[in-house]
């Protein structure tokens, strides 16, 4: 439940700004959720471990600034397909990098409820 509490202390911080600060918050956010498999993976992951983190980081960036920018179900998307990744990180061992399992927990419930979030927002703007 703490994740559901960040992404809410997430969504309230970013509704008090001016402007999009909530579509462009969530994609940012998206953005560098991915990029701490690659933090994870660099350290002790074997090559082909940290080129498959990268890419994957690298392909949630785009959902989250095509997301932001022109489909904004994308960025709804890409926060639910970052809980699936959390997901493998959680439950397999074998060939993955490192992440503590406190941390996929967290971040798989995190990335639901921005999913669930975002839907709510996009529906009633």
Known sequence: MRGAALAVLSFGALALLPGRP???????????????????????ASAGEQRLQWIVA???????????????????????????????????????????PWYARLCLVYDVAAAMILTGWYLLA
């Open 22 to 44: 909530v579509v462009v918050g969530f994609a940012v956010l998206l953005g560098l959720a991915a990029g701490v498999y690659v933090g994870f993976a660099l350290p002790s």
């Open 58 to 100: 690298i392909g949630f960036v785009a959902l989250a600034v095509i997301g932001a920018t022109s489909l904004p179900w994308l960025l709804v998307a890409g926060w639910l397909a970052h809980a699936a990744w959390d997901a493998r990180h959680h439950t397999t061992r074998d060939g993955i990098a490192p992440a503590p």
